[in-house]
């Protein structure tokens, strides 16, 4: 079965420093993973997503991933992280048929 | 494009009664979901459908029905609300590529 394991529930970082959060996935079909944000009572956006070309993919607002087979990771980076990134995060696999399955996001504080 | 609408916005209801959350979309997807969002649990799939007259059940189905009669609608109701329906709920509808476009969601508050 599908799955997907987001390591760290809640990550805090400062501003200007490195973003990177953990995605780890299972699939038992060629992976599509996403990254998808959720600020403060909204839906949830898509950043970027992986669909078999590039292995590294640029999203918006500066965050990109980088698709690892070996690993079967797909961890998502920001080089220098804004006070507007805080906010959820939630990485996806496709699952059977069109399912996408999600992980349980996980929380980016930003201190100044 | 609207793209993925919801109402109502919010909604307390007392336990035992029904209602019906709307969702529409305007982008001709054949493919809508509902997911129910609880804190450190991610989104659950409730129900999904693959096109208009075809639904099926997701990962936590119980005491909700959907049901699909043109491509644009994908209605979810509760028959008989508990606490436990108490979350965020969230319709998405899913292009050829897999890619999700939700909806601003229906939060419920069920006493």
């Known amino acids: 079965a599908q799955s997907v394991t987001q390591l760290g529930s809640h990550v805090s970082v400062s501003e200007g420093a490195l973003v990177l959060l953990r995605c780890n996935y299972s699939?038992?079909?060629?992976?599509?993973l996403f990254w998808y944000v959720q600020y403060p009572n909204q839906g949830l956006q898509l950043l970027l997503k992986?669909?078999?070309?590039?292995?590294l993919v640029k999203g918006i607002n500066g965050f990109e991933a980088e698709f690892k087979k070996s690993e079967t990771s797909f961890h998502l980076t920001k080089p220098s992280a804004h006070m507007s990134d805080a906010a959820e995060y939630f990485c996806?696999?496709?699952?059977?048929?069109?399912?996408?399955?999600f992980g349980a996001g996980t929380i980016l504080r930003v201190k100044s | 494009n609207a793209g993925v609408t919801q109402t109502p916005k919010f909604q307390v209801l007392k336990t035992g009664q029904s209602m019906t959350l709307q969702c529409a979309q305007d982008?001709?997807?054949?493919?809508m979901s509902w997911y129910r969002q609880d804190p450190g649990m991610g989104l659950r799939l409730i129900h999904y459908s693959v096109g208009a007259g075809i639904t099926d059940q997701g990962e936590v189905p119980n005491g909700y029905n959907v049901s699909r009669s043109t491509t644009e609608d994908f209605p979810l109701r509760l028959l008989s609300a508990a606490p436990s329906q108490t979350s965020v709920y969230f319709c998405?509808?899913?292009?050829?590529?897999?890619?999700?476009?939700f909806g601003p969601g229906t939060r419920l508050t069920v006493t």
């Open positions: 992986y669909t078999s070309a590039a292995t």
């Open positions: 998405a509808s899913q292009d050829y590529s897999y890619e999700q476009y």
């Open positions: 982008m001709n997807h054949e493919y």
């Open positions: 699939s038992s079909v060629p992976p599509y």
């Open positions: 996806a696999v496709r699952a059977g048929g069109n399912k996408l399955v």
